[in-house]
Nanobody, 122 residues
Framework: QVQLVESGGGLVQAGGSLRLSCVAS????????MGWFRQAPGNEREFVAT????????DYADSVKGRFTISRDNAKNTVYLQMNSLKPEDTAVYYC???????????????WGQGTQVTVSS
């Protein structure tokens, strides 16, 4: 079992930046691909970004390409999501996730965090 704890959410104006962090409870974190999803009220949970266990491969949703960057520090059991040029439509609860391989769908991860709220004001 891997527990994931997100932090770094908050309220920011459009055009601003936030960095989300997700800390895993076990050193075996480095064996997992990691990623981020988000869910806005009334919407389904959607893929944002994913990163391989080594950090050498990444993938992004088209809606965030060029604005968001996913990275990881295996020594700290932590994955990050740097979000720049934020837009009001980025407002959502952001969830960290872990799985045996990179994923772009909700069925991919085996583990989920509890979520952190990101609100972008216009």
């Amino acid at each position: 079992q891997v527990q994931l704890v997100e932090s770094g959410g908050g309220l920011v104006q459009a055009g601003g930046s936030l960095r989300l962090s997700c800390v895993a409870s076990r050193p075996t974190f480095r064996m997992y691909a990691m990623g981020w999803f988000r869910q806005a009220p009334g919407n389904e949970r959607e893929f944002v970004a994913t990163i391989s266990w080594s950090g050498g491969n990444t993938d992004y949703a088209d809606s965030v390409k060029g604005r968001f960057t996913i990275s990881r520090d295996n020594a700290k059991n932590t994955v990050y999501l740097q979000m720049n040029s934020l837009k009001p439509e980025d407002t959502a609860v952001y969830y960290c996730a872990a799985g045996p391989r990179m994923f772009t769908v909700v069925s991919g991860p085996d583990y989920w965090g509890q979520g952190t709220q990101v609100t972008v004001s216009s």
